[in-house]
DNA sequence: ATGGCATGACAATCATGA
């Protein structure tokens, strides 16, 4: 039986649950990775999802950040091994969350936004995804079969970007940043979605406003990296622009691999 | 040149996002 792990930025899991809900109904995929939950882990909704099906670790906080992991009780189990930030990088904000499902190492994390280029959040940004960095070469020792699903917020390439020309320099595809995005493909990882042939102006986020979604004016910052030896199984990769033609959607679309 | 839109805390605006 083939593998199938996803990535999804809801903006709000208790905004977006019926949505998230649906689409599980509908793809039973056996991962996956949320961000941006927004919500204590009090309040995380364990049984709805259970009843769905799907069994939850998570990392969260009030407003901001907040992520997990999802598993098919069906066909993955429950997610073992977990961890929850970086273990040597200080940090209150809620980014990442590991574990390890159907012998697969599954990273999920939310990069910093970075708001603009100097700015502290910047700063912060290049220097989590830094310590990120460091951090996963000890994991890929430790679990070849790897994969870095999540927001990046970083697009690495012109083609990941509506208008380069316009985004030139500017926060999510600045040279410091697509560099840091280079640095972990350069741990051995592999961009699954360019494994493929994708279709043009590919992107998984829109801005909520100027019509951005309608007009194909977005950004590819969403990415499942693997490791080579996950990419020697992978099968597809694509995005789900799907779920951003409903009423009230996230602004990102999930993007979801295929493992053999 | 600026804000457009969305979410959440908090109770009218404000921080943050990308």
Redesign the pocket.
């Known amino acids: 039986m083939p593998l199938t792990l996803a990535t999804w ?1 809801v ?2 899991l ?2 977006r649950l019926q949505h998230l809900l649906d689409w599980l109904g509908t793809h039973a995929v056996d991962v996956v990775c949320l961000q ?1 939950t ?1 919500l204590p882990d009090d309040r995380f909704p364990v049984d709805l999802l259970q009843q769905a099906g799907y069994e939850s670790v998570f990392t969260g906080q ?3 950040n907040g992520v997990a992991i999802l598993t098919r009780r069906a066909t993955v189990g429950v997610a073992t091994d977990v961890q929850a930030n970086l273990p040597d990088f200080p940090d209150e904000q809620k980014r990442l969350i590991a574990a390890t499902v159907a012998g697969v190492r599954v990273v999920c994390g939310y990069f ?2 970075g ?1 603009a280029v100097g700015s502290d ?1 910047y700063d912060y940004k290049l220097r989590w995804i830094a310590a990120l960095n460091e951090w996963l070469r000890g994991e890929l020792a430790r679990s070849p079969q790897l994969a870095l699903l999540g ?1 990046y ?1 970083v697009a690495p390439e012109d083609r990941d970007v509506h208008d380069p020309k316009a985004w030139e320099g500017q ?2 595809f600045s040279e410091p940043e697509r560099q840091a995005f280079r640095d972990l493909v350069a741990l051995g990882l592999v961009d699954s979605f360019r494994l493929f042939e994708q279709p043009e102006r590919s992107y998984t ?1 829109w ?4 019509l951005a979604f309608r007009r194909k004016m977005g ?1 590819r ?1 969403d990415h499942i990296l693997l490791s080579q030896a996950l990419a020697a199984r992978c099968t597809a990769c694509t995005i789900d622009v799907e779920p951003r033609r409903l009423e ?1 959607p996230s ?1 990102h679309a999930p993007v979801i691999v295929t493992l053999q």
């Open positions: 930025n903006n709000s208790k905004v941006e927004k009030k407003t901001y910093p936004n708001q959040k927001d917020n926060v999510l986020w801005d909520y406003r100027m950004l910052i009230q602004d």
